[in-house]
């Protein structure tokens, strides 16, 4: 599955952004897909993941401000972004698998298909 981030962008403190992550080429109904992000000079850290199934997963530093959905049908998953502080800003990258086992959902590592990354940027 070929995956395109998009809908980042320079927003204030407070304000609100959304994230799309387009897939295609095989079955995205049955990925589990997630989103990830990395700061300068820091490790790519989990911020939250959609299962098949609908079940959402958030990270305790984002969850209340933002959301995740998905759209079989369009093959695309969102990530609504309300409240942003300055420690959100980082390089947003989503990415999808088959086949995460859910104690494994927040690692990286089991993830085998990545986007290019989409920059949000925080100022205070």
């Known amino acids: 599955v070929q995956l395109q981030a998009s809908g980042g962008g320079l927003v204030q403190a407070g304000g609100s952004l959304r994230l799309s992550c387009a897939a295609s080429?095989?079955?995205?109904?049955?990925?589990?897909v997630g989103w990830f992000r990395q700061a300068p000079g820091k490790e790519r850290e989990f911020v939250t993941a959609?299962?098949?199934?609908?079940?959402?997963y958030y990270a305790d530093s984002v969850k209340g401000r933002f959301t995740i959905s998905r759209n079989n049908a369009k093959s695309t998953v969102h990530l609504q972004m309300n409240n942003l502080k300055p420690e959100d800003t980082a390089v947003y990258y989503c990415s999808a698998d088959q086949s995460i086992i859910l104690t494994s959902i927040t690692s990286s590592q089991f993830y085998g298909y990545w986007g290019q990354g989409t920059q949000v940027t925080v100022s205070s």
């Open positions: 080429g095989r079955t995205f109904r049955d990925y589990t």
């Open positions: 959609i299962r098949r199934s609908g079940a959402t």
